[in-house]
Each structure stands twice: as C-alpha cells, then as structure tokens.
C-alpha cells in the first residue's frame, strides 16, 4: 500500500491522522484537533498533499475537533457517520461503504458504542479505531449515547474478527507507544478478557471513571460547530494590538496622558483596587454604554481586566464598533499588582 502516513498526537494523548495517496497526491485527516491546525498544514505542504476531506471518527468529549474549523478555512468536506448529529457534516456514511482518497480506499466501520455515532476506518494493513479500541483498553460507555451492549456487539463481532495482524491506530494513546494490533488487543488487553456479553457489560458499567475536564464546552462545540472559548479568544488576539505595563505606566505618568484607561470588570472589582485614572465600564454593559462613556472615537484606548483575557475580548469589540485605537493590556490587573505598579481603591466616578 503506497500511502503518506503522520501521525500527530498531543499531550493529552489525542491522537490524529494525516494519510495521503502518493500517486495522486490527495490527502485526508482523521480525527483532527483544533491546536494542530497549522500542523496538518505543514505536513500537507511538507509532503506535496491537497487535502481532500476530515473525518471524524465520533463526536469527541474531551477535546475540540478541528473538523469544522477546517471545513470553513480549506473549503474540506466534513466526514461523520449519519447518526451525528452534528449540522455541518457534508459526507454522512454508514457501515461498509468506502471514502475513495485518490487511489487509497477507507472502508467505513460502524462501531456504535462508545457513541452512537461511532466509526472505525479500514485500510489494508491497519485500523483507526477512534475511541472504539484503545491499546489496553477501549472507549468508556457512560457518556451521551454510549451502550455497553452495542460497544460488545462492534468489537467482538466486529472489530476483532478483523485478520490478527491488522494494526490498530486509536484515537487516544496514553502510553508510550504508536500503535498495537489485533492480536495483542486480543491477549493483553483486560476489557477484552470479558468475553462473554454479559460479563463485559457488567465491567463497563462498574467502571467508575472522571469526566473529561472540557466535557460540556467539548460536546457543544463538536456536536454544533460552535466556538470554544479559546478559540474565541485566540481569535481576537490576532486582530488587536497590546500595550506592556511599563509603557501603560510611563505614559500615564505624564502631564496629559494620551490614552484612555478602560476596565472592564464589575463594580466591586473596579472599587476594590484600579490603575489610577481608569474608566469604569463593564463588560456585560460594554455595547449599550459604550457611546456614553466614551465619546471620542478618535481617542487611543488601553482595556483592561484581571487576567487580560475578557479584555482582549473587549478591545475586539471596541474595534468592531469603531474604537479603531483600542488596545489592550498585555495581561491584567493581577500581573500589575504583582509587579509593582501604582494602583488606587474607590468606586467610580458618576458619568
């Protein structure tokens, strides 16, 4: 089999794979993640690969996909099973059916289970089990639409009647290796030594395990296509310019100051302790005010907050609204009292 193969894992043990035909030059990721974008890219250029189509091999609850982000940027087809409920899948497959990839055939694998929208992807030589089978383990069965019973029915009659050789690349890697196979998932892995249904479904169900840290931000982003919250944030970061505390410092300093200090943080906050000479206009009241507090659109704003993150969200707004010198502060009010900076207690002033 003539095929490019990367496989780009993270630290958190999500893994992701880029395949491309080298005859054709045609390539497809399965399972993307959202950070490694740029990576996919460089990779794909590396190897001389255009990009075909993403897939993902089940709706993920504990990292965000890249799937959409990658459709909406490369103008890539979305692949899910047709169970996922998710609006922006364009290729909606089903058990045995095959995604052509330049002359590289993937089988599609319904193996409900973990999800219920979960696929596995068939080559000649390997698998991608996504969360269906893990080395030494498999996908847990007590989260949104998973079923002990249907995970048995797609490993033992499915999954593991594949030839012993066949390698299994997963979706999840928490040990310090690439790959395994069947055969090995077979000897060695415990979840497998239950091989009878019952026994097997009483062990997934007893299984007593922490929810994924991102589990409801994870689930809203990859089943809707919505935004995470950093990425929200990292995308107002590459549109607007910051300011450092020193040269925020220096020119407040000044006889006549040429910014305009704007915190965004609640009352309380703002009264407990603020750089001095900062107006007072809070973020949830940041559009319906904004044209009463400040009235010069022409003026160079600093925004600010406690963590610099909710400010740089703010200072996006700004500039969306016409406050084309908003700027924000690199970094918070925090950083700044721990650095020393001047700050003054007391409530805002009446506007």
Known sequence: MDIIFHQV???RGCQSYLIGCKSSCAGIVIDPELSQIERYQALAAQEGLVLHYVLDTHTHADHFSATHEMAARFDLPVIMHRNSSAPFADMRVDDGEIVIVGELRLKIMYTPGHTADSLCVVMDDRIFT???????GTGRTDLPSGDPDQLYDSLFNGVLKLDPATLVYPGHIYINRTHSTIEEELAKNKRLQKRERSEFVEHMRALDMQMPQHLTESLRVNMSGGRSIAQMLAEAAARVSFMSMDEVSHRIEADQPDITLL???ERNAYTEGHIPGAVFLPRGQLELRVNEILSDPTR???????FGKISTLATATLQDLGFGRAVALDGGLKT???QGYAVEKGPPGET
């Open 300 to 306: 160079r704003i600093v925004v600010y907050c406690d």
């Open 9 to 11: 894992g993270i630290e």
């Open 263 to 265: 915190d965004v943080r």
């Open 130 to 136: 996504g969360d269906t089978l893990l080395i030494g």
């Open 336 to 338: 700044w009292k721990e």
